[in-house]
């Protein structure tokens, strides 16, 4: 019978960069993901509440050899999502909030509105050569500038280990 092991990984990021990404762990030749289970989160602030009303965003997570820099993500076309390389991905639009005080005054928005708590029962195994990496990737509107982004993410993934 094979071994499991509960991998955990939290990584927090600000960034003026709409394309976030992180190694979230390594999977040996012959590992297996079995579940996933963690939240992701993200908030802005602006000077404009306009701005970020409705600002679209995508978030996914895929598995791939090391050397490849993986699939892209835009919120506005469906091209890359169909790429069986993710393992999961969802779009989200972001909530505002009320202004923060401050000069210039802050208008933040946050996502995903509700329980950001996802269970994710994809299984990937890595590739039998070299191993894999698993990376998660956020991705807000290219075509919208806004002031930094706070990514948060955290998240404890189930590996089923080689024999």
């Given amino acids: ?13 600000a960034s003026s960069n709409q394309d976030q990404s992180s190694i979230m762990c390594v999977l040996a030749p012959g590992e297996t993901i079995i579940r996933m289970r963690g939240q992701t989160n993200l908030s802005v602030f602006y000077t404009s509440p306009a701005i970020t009303r409705g600002l679209p965003v995508c978030w996914g997570i895929f598995i791939q050899g090391h050397d490849t820099a993986g699939p892209l993500l835009n919120p506005n076309h469906n091209a890359d999502i169909a790429s069986q390389l993710w393992m999961w991905w969802e779009g989200i639009t972001l909530f505002d909030s009320p202004q923060v005080t401050g000069s210039p005054a802050q208008y933040p928005a946050y996502g995903p509105q509700g329980d950001p708590t996802r269970d994710v029962r994809a299984q990937r195994k890595a590739d039998p050569s070299i191993g894999s990496d698993v990376w998660i990737r956020g991705v807000s509107d290219p075509n919208v500038t806004v002031g930094n982004y706070f990514w948060s993410w955290s998240w404890s993934i189930l590996v089923q280990l080689a024999t």
């Fill in 1 to 13: 019978m094979r071994g499991h092991q509960w991998r955990r990984f939290k990584y927090e990021a």
